[in-house]
Structures are given as C-alpha cells and as structure tokens.
C-alpha cells in the first residue's frame, strides 16, 4: 500500500518520536567523578594580557601610523613611499636585516604553524 | 525569550522538572559546593543521553557525549543569563556539542537511497519488518544534510514544540520552521520511493 502525504507525515512523527534511552547504572558516578576532577584541577594559565598588551598597543600604533601616512600621500596624488632620505633609510636598514635574519622563512614558518593549528581545531574539540 | 515565570516547570517525557530545584542547585555550585551539581546531572541525564542518541544511534558514544554535555554546562554555570530557561540553555550547549561531536567523528551513513534498500526482499515476520522500517527511517535522518538533520531531530526530541527546538539550535524559528519544512520533503520522497519499491519486490517474491 502506497502512502499519501499526510499518512508519510503522521508516519514519521511515530517514527521520530521515540522514547527517552535510559542511562546506565554509573553514568551520574561517571559524571560527577569527572566533574569533580574538573573542579579540583587547576585554572587554566591565562594569557599573558599584561605582559603582551603594551607590545600589542606599539604594533598597533606603528601599523597605525603607517597606514595613515600612506593614505595622506594617496590622496596628495604622491607615490606611496616615505618621503624623507631619513625614513627611506630605515626602511632599507629594516629590509636588510629582515632578510640577513630569514625574515621570509619566520613568516612562512608562522603562517604554516597558523594553518596547522586551524587544522587541528577542527578535529579536536574546543574545551572552554 | 520566554521569562522565567512563564516557565516554572518543564516537562520531559512525562516527568516534571522543577525549575526552582535546577536554580538552587545552580547557586550552590557556584557558590563552591560542587556536589550539589549532583542534582542537576540525575534531573537531566535521561533528556541529555536521549538527545545525544538520537545524534549518533549509539548507546555507549551516546552516554559519553552526554558527560561531555554536563562537564561543559559545570564549566559554563556562570554564563547562564536567568532571563533565559536553564533547560534551553542546557540544551542548546549541549547540542552544539553533539554536533562538533558529530562533525569530529562523523555517524558511518551511507547515501539515503541505500540506506533504504531492502536487505531481504523476502517477505518478513510483520512486527519485525516494521522495526527493520523504522529502524531505517531513523538512520534515514541521520544521513540527511547537517542543517536539517539537526532540525528534525531536535524537532522530535522537544516533542514537535517548534519554539523548543529553535531556542536549542539557536535559530528564529522562522528558520526552524523551513528547514524542519525541508529535512521531511526530503524524507518523505526518499522514503516514499524507497517503500514503494520494497513494497514491489516484496510482492514480486
């Protein structure tokens, strides 16, 4: 016999409306031991926000600057490099010891890290 | 959100649930008395374990997923907002667990057309090829789509309470509502095809 809508409809609500599994004998001992363990374990080590947000502020203001200056040199209709012997100078020091020390290599090394963290991040559950 | 007045009991699967006895125990905890956490775990250890069946048709992972559910609502205790029903908020970090869970270590499914393939076109016991069906029907949900599995299963496991079921998903439920609408069409024509050829088969032999 081939069923209507309305009979494949109340079908599945009997289906898919299905009676509460009962837990086994030890599962709140289970549960309970481990939230115990939790409670005595000790605090995850916080991130260092003291020690990193000053570093962070310098980046930030440095990037800040920056940008700033490079958009104010956009929209004078100048090329977008410093305009000062004096900042053009320390930008090749910069350049050169970048690379003396592999800069390049540090920055793929760290975005190949990232990846690999993001990777993992969908395989192993987050715990907050 | 519904105020918490409005839901001074919650009834799952015939058994009352005081909301005033979940709040008490939730104080104590946080006030330091772990053991009272206790309470909480008994109260909703059938619901959690059931939600979690239904995710993954397997007992022993079932219970495991549960533990995992309260040791995450224990550590998350503070951030229960009053305004909202402990038991929304319970469920829905449980079944965004469920599915990390099953996004993880994913339900072996095969595609819903097999899923629904006769094993035995000869013809069965009635009580047991009914079992077989619904058994079937089940692993059918399962293999659907994630956005309208989770519609449909937390649909059923709220006991069809549309508003239940978008407050655990953490969706309008005008969202709810069309994606519920879409994981049963999908259903029903897989399932209406699939019994109809069984059906032929059947009669064939």
Wanted: aromatic content about 8%; glycine content about 6%.
């Amino acid at each position: 016999m081939i069923m209507n809508n309305d009979q494949q409809g109340t079908e599945l609500d009997r289906i898919l409306s299905e009676t509460e599994i009962l837990p086994s004998s030890g599962f709140t001992a289970s549960v309970m031991e481990a939230v115990r363990r939790e409670a005595a374990a000790p605090p995850a080590i916080p991130f260092p926000w003291k020690w990193a947000l000053p570093g962070i502020i310098v980046a930030g203001a440095i990037l800040g600057v920056v940008l700033i200056a490079t958009i104010v040199q956009l929209s004078r209709g100048m090329p977008p490099t410093p305009a000062s012997p004096a900042w053009n100078t320390a930008l090749h020091s910069i350049e050169e010891t970048t690379l003396r020390m592999g800069g390049p290599w540090v920055a793929l090394a760290l975005l190949v890290s990232i990846a690999s963290m993001k990777l993992a991040a969908l395989f192993v559950p987050r715990r907050t | 959100m519904e105020p918490q007045a409005a839901q001074d009991s919650r009834t799952q699967k015939g058994k009352s649930v005081s909301v005033s006895e979940d709040q008490a125990d939730i104080e104590k905890v946080l006030a330091g008395d772990v053991s009272a956490f206790e309470g909480i775990v008994r109260r909703w250890q059938g619901p959690l374990i059931s939600l979690a069946y239904r995710f993954c048709r397997d007992r022993g992972r079932a219970e495991e997923m549960a533990q995992e559910a309260f040791l995450r609502v224990y550590r998350k205790l503070d951030r229960w907002r009053r305004d909202a029903p402990f038991s929304s908020w319970m469920f829905a970090v449980a079944a965004n667990l469920y599915r990390s869970e099953l996004r993880r270590i994913p339900v072996p499914t095969v595609p819903l057309d097999a899923v629904l393939e006769p094993r035995d076109p000869r013809p069965q016991d009635g009580g047991l090829a009914l079992e077989d069906r619904d058994q079937e029907v089940r692993n059918a949900v399962i293999a659907l789509p994630p956005k309208y599995r989770d519609a449909v299963l937390l649909f059923y496991f709220h006991e069809m309470d549309l508003s239940a079921a978008a407050r655990s998903l953490r969706v309008s439920e005008g969202t709810m509502k069309s994606r519920l609408f879409r994981g049963r069409k999908i259903l029903r024509s897989k399932l209406q095809a699939a019994f109809a050829m069984r059906e032929l088969k059947e009669a064939s032999t």
